[in-house]
T-cell receptor, first 114, second 113 residues
Framework: QQQVKQSPQSLIVQKGGIPIINCAYE??????FPWYQQFPGKGPALLIA?????SEKKEGRFTISFNKSAKQFSLHIMDSQPGDSATYFC?????????????FGKGTTLSVSS | DAGITQSPRHKVTETGTPVTLRCHQT?????MYWYRQDPGHGLRLIHY???????DKGEVSDGYSVSRSKTEDFLLTLESATSSQTSVYFC????????????FGQGTRLTVV
């Protein structure tokens, strides 16, 4: 049972484009939704995160949109740059439960061409 | 960078041998996790710990065991390595409470031949 479903698996955009990565979750008890960015040979690193009490969060060129009723959230990258080429993972967890763990989607490989 | 170190960084081992991977942190974070990363599968949780001697299974725990006898160390053991356990293994740490960011190590590339 896949608790967090991520799409697309891969994405190619031109520099300046706006790639959008989507995730859907099953467990309505999830209350923390981060996005991680991973470059080849490195561990994932937190990019941006949102809680279900807000519908949108922006940090620089990165925006999370959250739809609680649809159990979906997405990452938008404005004015994408070649340096944004990486693998992106969405994740979810229950922060109100002791011993909680992050459950990750399968990842999206983004390539931004110059 | 968060103080998290994985060792070894690379290992090749034979089928049927036991293997232990080590995760060491200097942040005194409560939570520690082991994930494996495989193409097309993303990051899958193997085991995690929420305190010394407190551990629990993740979604792909079969064939793995863990131990945490000190706050700073979380060991992952492959009891009898199989080729299906060839993967990149990541350790992650989290403080817990209001600080929910997970910090990942650099990963261990394990090849079972």
């Amino acid at each position: 049972q896949q608790q967090v479903k991520q799409s697309p698996q891969s994405l190619i955009v031109q520099k300046g484009g706006i790639p959008i990565i989507n995730c859907a979750y099953e467990n309505t008890a999830f209350d923390y939704f981060p996005w991680y960015q991973q470059f080849p040979g490195k561990g994932p690193a937190l990019l941006i995160a949102i809680r279900p009490d807000v519908s949108e969060k922006k940090e620089g060129r990165f925006t999370i949109s959250f739809n609680k009723s649809a159990k979906q959230f997405s990452l938008h990258i404005m004015d994408s740059q070649p340096g944004d080429s990486a693998t992106y993972f969405c994740a979810a967890s229950r922060e109100n439960q002791a011993g909680t763990a992050l459950i990750f989607g399968k990842g999206t490989t983004l390539s931004v061409s110059s | 960078d968060a103080g998290i170190t994985q060792s070894p960084r690379h290992k090749v081992t034979e089928t049927g041998t036991p293997v232990t991977l080590r995760c060491h942190q200097t942040e005194n974070h409560r939570y520690m996790y082991w994930y494996r990363q495989d193409p097309g599968h993303g990051l899958r949780l193997i085991h995690y710990s929420y305190g010394v001697k407190d551990t629990d299974k993740g979604e792909v725990s079969d064939g793995y065991s863990v131990s945490r006898s000190k706050t700073e160390d979380f060991l992952l053991t492959l009891e009898s390595a199989t080729s299906s356990q060839t993967s990149v293994y990541f350790c992650a740490i989290r403080a817990g409470g209001v600080n929910t960011e997970a910090f990942f190590g650099q990963g261990t590339r394990l090849t079972v031949v």
